[in-house]
């Protein structure tokens, strides 16, 4: 069975471009769950989505934004990059509702602004 | 808002030595509290995964115990590998699921 996926492994973009990260969740999960890892620091909590909704966001800024897909697949969007955006971002699927199931992890994107 | 805290921040022992590592949460109403691995510039490795009625959970050489009215959380790892030396983070499941900022254990050969 594969595992979580995420797309693509690293991404180098310029600041003030847009990027956009993707991640399959495990088959049958449907809650998807992003984080931001900076060099050095914990995971940051980004963007919640469970059954094609947004349910909670942390707090970053509006231009940080994401979606999920009838297929439960989801898209982080990152506009108007800053050198502070430089870091691992990190996809996690969990099962339905995801609450008391145990979430999975991908590889992660690692995401540079030059 | 949840904060979860996780004492040592960093941890350095012989190999063959029994550690503990920490988790202290603020809010006690979580549905889970998991623990995992996580290895230079890679993602998570789930270990355990204890629900909230549970006190605890074992897998090989770790458990996990929780005390959920006191918010605190333990890992155990027993007779410690130098392949064990990683970043081993807890995060606990309430509206979303929040991380403490890790232990980085150093198992010396």
């Known amino acids: 069975e594969a595992g979580v996926t995420q797309s693509p492994t690293h991404l180098i973009k310029t600041r003030g471009q847009q990027a956009t990260l993707r991640c399959s969740p495990i088959?049958?999960?449907?809650?998807v769950y992003w984080y931001q890892q900076a060099l050095g620091l914990g995971l940051q909590f980004l963007l919640w989505?469970?059954?094609?909704?947004?349910?909670n966001r942390g707090n970053f800024p509006p231009r940080f934004s994401g979606r999920q897909f009838p297929n439960y697949s989801s898209e982080l969007n990152v506009n108007a990059l800053e050198l502070e955006d430089s870091a691992l971002y990190l996809c996690?699927?969990?099962?339905?509702?995801?609450?008391?199931?145990?979430?999975?992890f991908g590889q992660g994107t690692r995401l540079t602004v030059v | 808002k949840q904060e979860v805290t996780q004492i040592p921040a960093a941890l350095s022992v012989p190999e063959g030595e029994n550690l503990v590592l920490n988790c202290s949460f603020t809010?006690?109403?979580?549905?889970?509290l998991q623990w995992f691995r996580q290895d230079p510039g890679k993602g998570l490795t789930s270990l355990l995964l204890?629900?909230?009625?549970?006190r605890e959970q074992t897998s090989g050489r770790l458990n996990a115990s929780l005390d959920k009215s006191s918010g605190r959380s333990t890992l155990y790892i027993a007779a410690s590998q130098p392949g064990d030396s990683a970043t081993y983070l807890c995060?606990?499941?309430?509206?979303?699921?929040?991380f403490g900022a890790g232990t980085r254990l150093t198992v010396k050969p």
């Open positions: 996690a699927s969990s099962l339905v509702g995801g609450t008391y199931t145990e979430a999975f």
């Open positions: 088959s049958g999960h449907t809650s």
């Open positions: 989505y469970d059954e094609g909704e947004e349910r």
């Open positions: 809010d006690s109403a979580i549905y889970n």
């Open positions: 204890i629900q909230s009625s549970q």
């Open positions: 995060a606990v499941k309430d509206n979303d699921m929040r």
